[in-house]
Structure formats: structure tokens, C-alpha cells
């Protein structure tokens, strides 16, 4: 008797239930269950949004982009309807904080510090070189690397410094005296990244040396132009995939501004 007593009682609670559903549209449990922006993504899309409307200038223009880029990395994670809409569970604007002050290096360790889903990294890292440029500042000087992938990116990256230097003098005493002024500068940059990585490596071995001479790829004539940009370039790309395949923010931030140091 209790038994059949209870089983009416799961009845009539599932049929008073019944009102409640049908009143939900579709829509409205789409909204409930669907996808959301990712949470860490809109924390680096409204800073970046606040940065700009307290900077002015380059600098503003340049965090209104970093928004809007971070804006549609939002709707790329959350994905698209058949028709190209966007879920409106996934809707996303950026939510702007008065600032006294933008303070680009917190901003800039925001972007390192946040663990963005790892296909959106390579997006945050290259914000972070962009603010890194605004700051202007010096590799840190006590980098402290302990992951051994890293070690590794380092030696592989000095040695990448040395060929790229070797390139650069072999340019220099080829082109017009008018571009040596500018090659010089490249190479003192050259010889203070170079001296970052040997100090990076100092704890960790194996610490790679100069070789005699180089190689240039594709056989380009040494009075070439473009081989002094090609050889920047290259540099920087190498620089930037060590940043964003980083395991460690002390090296991550290293390579950052590794990064940005290369014009």
C-alpha cells in the first residue's frame, strides 16, 4: 500500500512539472545549455578593452584591436550555426573598467599569467609582444628556466643568434655605409640576447659556442638587400614559436620580450 501510495505521489510531481517545461521555448534551453565564452579569453578581451580607453594614441588603437581580436577568438572557440550565426548562449561584449591609469606591464603579465585554451595561445602571445614593444624594455636578467624543453628552446635559440649575427656582419660589409649605422644597432641587439641566453644556460651544461662560419640558405648574395630583413624576420619568427611553445611564464615572458627586441 505505501508503495503505490509513493508511486502516485512521483506522478503528480512529474505532471505539476509539466506547465513549467512547456512554458521553456526552445530557445530558451538552448540559451541554458549552450556554449559560453571562454572565461579566461573575456578577461584579457575587457582588460584590453579598459586598457584602450584609458590610453590614448597608437597605444589605444593598439589594446582596441588586441579587444576586437580577442572578441572574435571568443566566437571562434564557441563555433558557428549551420547559417553562420553566432549561439546566443555565446553572445560577447567586452565590459569596459574605468582605470586611473593603464598599467601596460600588468596587462602584459595578465596575458602571460592566463591560461587561455592552448589553440588561443598563439593569439595572447602575440598581444603580449605587442605590449612588450610599447614597454621598450630589457630581457630580464634573472630568467630563471627549469623545464627541459625549454632549456633546449634556449640553446636552440642561441644558436639561431649566432648565425643570424654572422649574417648580419657579412651584410654589413657589403652594403652601403649609409645602412651600416642601422646594421650596427641590429647586431648590438644581437650581441645583448646572445649574452641573456648564455646566462639562461650557465646553470643547465651545455652552454653552445659560435661557430667558425655560416651557411646561408638558398645561396643569397651577401650584398642582398633583403637579407638583412629576411634574417630579422626569421629570427623573430623562431623567437615568437618559442614564446607561444613555452612551458614555464619565467621563460615565456623571456622569450616575449626575446620577441620584441627583433625590428
Not at 44 to 68: N, P, Y
Request: with cysteine; aromatic share 4%; hydrophobic share 45%.
Amino acid at each position: 500500500m505505501a508503495g503505490r501510495v509513493s508511486a502516485v505521489k512521483r506522478r503528480l510531481a512529474l505532471l505539476l512539472t509539466l506547465p513549467l517545461l512547456a512554458s521553456c521555448s526552445v530557445g530558451d534551453v538552448a540559451s541554458a545549455l549552450g556554449p559560453r565564452p571562454n572565461s579566461q579569453v573575456a578577461e584579457l578581451a575587457d582588460r584590453a578593452a579598459s586598457d584602450a580607453a584609458a590610453l590614448d594614441g597608437a597605444a589605444a588603437e593598439l589594446r582596441a584591436r588586441h579587444a576586437a581580436e580577442l572578441a572574435a577568438e571568443i566566437t571562434r572557440l564557441c563555433g558557428t550555426h549551420a547559417d553562420g550565426t553566432v549561439p546566443e548562449s555565446c553572445a560577447f561584449q567586452t565590459e569596459v573598467t574605468e582605470l586611473p591609469e593603464a598599467d601596460v606591464d600588468d596587462s602584459l603579465l595578465l596575458s602571460l599569467d592566463t591560461a587561455v585554451p592552448e589553440e588561443s595561445r598563439a593569439l595572447v602571445i602575440r598581444q603580449a609582444v605587442d605590449l612588450a614593444e610599447l614597454e621598450e624594455r630589457d630581457l630580464p636578467a634573472d630568467a630563471q628556466v627549469s623545464d627541459s624543453r625549454d632549456i633546449d628552446a634556449a640553446r636552440d635559440l642561441l644558436r639561431r643568434e649566432y648565425a643570424a649575427a654572422w649574417g648580419l656582419g657579412l651584410a654589413r660589409a657589403y652594403l652601403s655605409p649609409a645602412r651600416g649605422a642601422e646594421i650596427d644597432e641590429f647586431l648590438d641587439a644581437h650581441d645583448e640576447r646572445i649574452l641573456a641566453l648564455r646566462e639562461v644556460l650557465a646553470p643547465h651544461g651545455e652552454v653552445p659556442v659560435a661557430e667558425a662560419g655560416y651557411e646561408l640558405a638558398g645561396g643569397t648574395a651577401p650584398a642582398d638587400e633583403a637579407l638583412v630583413a629576411s634574417l630579422q624576420e626569421e629570427l623573430r619568427q623562431v623567437w615568437l614559436n618559442a614564446a607561444v611553445q613555452a612551458h614555464d611564464t619565467p621563460w615565456r615572458e623571456f622569450a616575449v620580450y626575446g620577441t620584441a627586441s627583433i625590428n
